[in-house]
DNA sequence: AGCCAGGAAGAAT
DNA sequence: ATTCTTCATGGC
């Protein structure tokens, strides 16, 4: 087991992980257990250091996205009053670069839901059909998930999603070069929302956490709250102007305010 | 009992 | 291109 080492306040694991980015984390002794994909990871803090403990150092330095620089980013923030201060209280937040697959499936439970159910089901298709590693199931392929039948899906709490899901993992290749080789969020999200259960949220979800586009700005009911005035009055109206006031930083920019709604520290 | 949760699909307009 | 309705499930 490695140990990797990061300095600073830049970096907290419950930051990162309770703002509704991943659901599959669970607390440990020492701070939390995460899986991703078919590895695990055990992330704690250490005086003024973040430790992940990991089979797979390489895998995880790159899903913390610890090459980036996040006090530039919550420092340019600050120019915008409405952000300033959710960007400080989230600063720790480290946006992770999630898998496109598992991404999308995680979503597309996601829709109509809530945080803590959104896990169980997770939980419950990993534990179904996910490879047993011993301490922990990896995360279905596709290829595991197609043997699996619509009411299999509802039987793990889905609901009305089973069929999306059904659906989703059978169309998944048809677009999935498309999704890769676009070059901007918006071309993203169109090729993604072809996928059942993938609408304008779930798509801007998807091309933040799996493909770094962060000229996303996914609006939730959280979001919607915390940004609607009488002129931004629909969801898609509060996305357009944000993403055109925020630009890059918009995909940030949503988490922090995000996060900062569900912990209740916005007015 | 009714409302809400990181909404989306399908139909009607 | 917008607006309306319906869709499982569980917690409160």
Same mark, same amino acid.
């Given at each position: 087991?490695?140990?990797? #080492?990061?300095?600073?306040?830049?970096?907290?694991?419950? !930051?990162? +992980?309770?703002?509704?980015?991943?659901?599959? &984390?669970?607390?440990?002794?020492?701070?939390?257990?995460?899986?991703?994909?078919?590895?695990?990871? %055990?992330?704690?803090? $250490?005086?003024?250091?973040?430790?992940?403990?990991?089979?797979?150092?390489?895998?995880?330095?790159?899903?913390?996205?610890?090459?980036?620089?996040?006090?530039?980013?919550?420092?340019? +923030?600050?120019?915008?009053?409405?952000?300033?201060?959710?960007?400080?209280?989230?600063?720790?937040?480290?946006? +992770?670069?999630?898998?496109?697959?598992?991404? =999308?499936?995680?979503?597309?439970?996601?829709?109509?839901?809530?945080? @803590?159910?959104?896990?169980?089901?997770?939980?419950?298709?990993?534990?179904?059909?996910? %490879?047993? @590693?011993?301490?922990?199931?990896?995360?279905? =392929?596709? %290829?595991?998930?197609?043997?699996?039948?619509? !009411?299999?899906?509802?039987?793990?709490? /889905?609901?009305?999603?089973?069929? &999306?899901?059904? *659906?989703?993992?059978?169309?998944?290749?048809?677009?999935? @070069?498309?999704?890769? *080789?676009?070059?901007?969020?918006? %071309?993203?999200?169109?090729?993604? /929302?072809?996928?059942?259960?993938?609408?304008? @949220?779930?798509?801007?979800?998807? *091309? #933040?956490?799996?493909?770094?586009? =962060?000229? *996303?700005?996914?609006?939730? =009911?959280?979001?919607?709250?915390?940004?609607?005035?009488? $002129?931004?009055?629909?969801?898609?109206?509060?996305?357009?102007?944000? #993403?055109?006031?925020?630009?890059?930083?918009?995909?940030?920019? $949503? $988490?922090?305010?995000?996060?900062?709604?569900?912990?209740?520290?916005?007015?």
């Amino acid at each position: 087991m490695e140990k990797i #080492l990061y300095n600073g306040e830049y970096f907290s694991p419950k !930051d990162t +992980l309770e703002c509704g980015q991943i659901f599959r &984390y669970k607390p440990s002794e020492r701070g939390y257990f995460v899986c991703a994909a078919d590895k695990r990871a %055990e992330v704690y803090t $250490q005086g003024e250091n973040t430790v992940i403990e990991t089979e797979y150092p390489n895998f995880f330095a790159n899903y913390f996205d610890l090459g980036r620089d996040y006090s530039k980013i919550v420092k340019s +923030l600050q120019a915008f009053p409405e952000v300033a201060s959710a960007a400080v209280f989230g600063k720790g937040i480290r946006i +992770l670069n999630q898998e496109l697959f598992e991404n =999308t499936v995680s979503f597309i439970i996601s829709a109509n839901n809530n945080i @803590k159910r959104i896990q169980a089901i997770i939980e419950r298709l990993c534990t179904a059909a996910g %490879e047993d @590693k011993g301490d922990y199931f990896a995360f279905p =392929t596709r %290829e595991a998930m197609l043997r699996l039948s619509r !009411d299999d899906f509802a039987d793990m709490g /889905m609901g009305y999603r089973a069929d &999306y899901m059904y *659906s989703a993992v059978r169309t998944f290749p048809d677009v999935e @070069k498309d999704i890769i *080789s676009a070059n901007s969020g918006e %071309e993203a999200r169109k090729y993604l /929302m072809m996928i059942k259960g993938v609408g304008e @949220k779930v798509a801007n979800c998807i *091309s #933040l956490f799996a493909l770094k586009h =962060t000229r *996303s700005y996914p609006v939730d =009911t959280w979001i919607f709250k915390a940004n609607s005035t009488p $002129q931004l009055n629909t969801p898609q109206k509060v996305q357009r102007h944000f #993403l055109e006031r925020y630009g890059e930083l918009a995909g940030y920019a $949503q $988490q922090y305010v995000f996060y900062a709604a569900r912990k209740g520290v916005l007015v």
